[in-house]
C-alpha cells in the first residue's frame, strides 16, 4: 500500500541498510518520521500538505535556527540501531532526551566482539586538550598493545564462557566483560535533539571513537531533512557564537559603514583581550576559532560500504560464546 506520510526519496533509499563504523560496529536508520516541511508545517500550524516552494521552505527553517526557534523540529524523529563499544555508549547515553533499548546482557548471551584501535587512532594524551588525544600515532607501541588487549579479552571471554557454561546467571557472568565490548541498541531521538548530540559529538574535539558514529548519522540525517542539515551546519556546526569580550575585541577590527562592513586598522594585542577580560584559554579558543577555518566534510554516505542487516547478525550470532550452541 502506498503511504500517505511525507517521506525522503533519498532516506528511502538508504532504510534498513547498515553502515559500518569501527571494527564490528555499524548505525542503521530503521525508520523516520517527517522531513523539512513538517518542520514548517509545524511552525505555521498549518493545515494538511502544502505546496509552498522550496526556496520558501528554506528561508523559515533557516530563520527557525538562526533565532533557535526549536520546537518545530521536535516533530521530526529517526530511529537508529547501532552496535557500538560500551565506552562508546556511556558517553551516548549522557544525552537524555533521547529513547533507548539496549540489548539485554541478562536475557541473552553476548556477542564476544571487541573494539581495538586502528594503528592511526593510537596517539598520546594531548598536551593542550587534556581530555582528548594527540600527536603522531604511537606506531611503535601499537602491536605490543594489541597483543596486551587480547590477551586480557581471551581471559574475559574465557571467564564469560566458563561461568555460562556453569548456567551461572548472565547478569552475573558479563560483570567483568571489558568496555571495549560491543553492545547494540534501538536509539530514537527528535531533531531538536539530534542537532545537539551532533553539535557536540561529531566535532573535532568529540573523541574520535564516538565521532565516527556521529559523522555516519549526520549523512543519514541529511537525506532525511536536508534543508535543515544544511541550516545546523551553516549556523551551527561550522558556526560559533561570540562572548561579549570576544566581540569588543572583533569591534576594534570591523565597523559597520554605509550598510557594510569596514576594516578599522590596527591589532588587538594579548594584553588588550586580558584587558576586554578575556582569559588566556579565552584568548586561545578565540584565536581557534577566527584561524581554524573546520574541515570541509560533507558528511556524504558511502553507499558503497553499507551492507544489509544479515551481514552483521551473522557476526554478532558467530561471536555468541559456543556453550549457547550446543
Ligand atoms: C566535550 C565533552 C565533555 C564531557 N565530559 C563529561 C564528563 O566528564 N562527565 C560527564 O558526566 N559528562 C560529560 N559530558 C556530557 C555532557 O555533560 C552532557 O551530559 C551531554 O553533552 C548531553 O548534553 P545535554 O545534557 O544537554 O543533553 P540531553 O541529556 O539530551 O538533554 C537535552 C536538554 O534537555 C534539558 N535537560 C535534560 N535533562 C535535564 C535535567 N535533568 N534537568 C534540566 N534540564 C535537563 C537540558 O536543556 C539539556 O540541554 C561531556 C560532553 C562533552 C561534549
Given at each position: ?29 530503521v ?5 523539512d ?30 533565532h ?11 530511529k ?5 563499544p ?17 540489548y539485554?546482557?541478562?536475557?541473552s ?19 593542550t ?41 548472565r ?33 573535532p574535539?568529540a ?12 549523512g543519514?540525517l541529511?537525506?532525511?531533512a536536508?534543508l ?5 551546519v551553516?549556523y ?53 576559532k577566527?584561524g ?9 554516505l ?25
Amino acid at each position: 500500500m502506498e503511504t500517505r506520510r511525507p517521506t525522503n526519496p533519498a532516506a528511502e533509499e538508504i532504510l534498513g541498510l547498515y553502515f559500518p563504523v569501527l571494527d564490528h560496529g555499524f548505525v542503521s536508520l530503521v525508520d523516520y518520521m517527517g522531513s523539512d516541511e513538517d518542520v514548517e508545517r509545524a511552525a505555521r500550524v498549518s493545515y494538511g500538505y502544502g505546496t509552498r516552494r522550496t526556496s520558501e521552505t528554506r528561508g523559515l527553517i533557516r530563520y527557525l535556527r538562526r533565532h533557535r526557534h526549536t520546537t518545530p523540529s521536535e516533530m521530526v524523529e529517526l530511529k537508529f540501531h547501532c552496535a557500538l563499544p560500551i565506552f562508546v555508549a556511556r558517553q551516548w547515553v549522557r544525552h537524555r532526551a533521547a529513547n533507548l533499548n539496549e540489548y539485554s546482557g541478562r536475557y541473552s548471551l553476548l556477542p564476544l566482539l571487541f573494539y581495538t584501535p586502528e594503528p592511526d587512532a593510537f596517539q598520546a594524551q594531548a598536551k593542550t586538550n587534556r581530555q582528548g588525544r594527540g600527536g603522531a600515532p604511537l606506531a611503535e607501541a601499537h602491536a605490543d598493545a594489541v597483543a596486551r588487549w587480547e590477551s586480557l579479552r581471551r581471559l574475559a571471554a574465557e571467564q564469560y564462557e566458563w561461568l555460562v557454561g556453569r548456567d551461572v546467571a548472565r547478569e552475573l557472568a558479563r560483570i567483568d566483560l571489558p568496555l571495549s565490548t560491543y553492545t547494540q541498541w534501538y536509539w530514537k531521538i527528535d531533531l531538536h535533539n539530534l542537532f545537539h548530540f551532533l553539535t557536540v559529538r561529531a566535532d573535532p574535539h568529540a573523541q574520535h571513537e564516538i565521532r565516527v558514529f556521529a559523522r555516519v548519522i549526520a549523512g543519514m540525517l541529511k537525506r532525511v531533512a536536508p534543508l535543515s542539515f544544511e541550516a545546523w551546519v551553516d549556523y551551527e556546526f561550522r558556526g560559533t557564537h561570540l562572548s561579549r569580550g570576544e566581540l569588543d575585541a572583533l569591534r576594534r577590527l570591523v565597523g559597520v559603514a554605509g550598510g557594510g562592513l569596514e576594516a578599522r586598522p590596527g591589532r588587538v594585542t594579548p594584553e588588550e583581550l586580558a584587558r576586554l577580560g578575556l582569559s588566556k584559554r579565552e584568548v586561545d579558543e578565540l584565536l581557534a576559532k577566527i584561524g581554524d577555518a573546520r574541515d570541509d566534510e560533507d558528511f556524504d554516505l558511502d553507499l558503497t560500504a553499507a551492507r544489509p542487516a544479515e551481514h552483521f547478525a551473522r557476526e554478532m550470532e558467530a561471536a555468541v560464546p559456543r556453550v549457547d550452541r550446543r
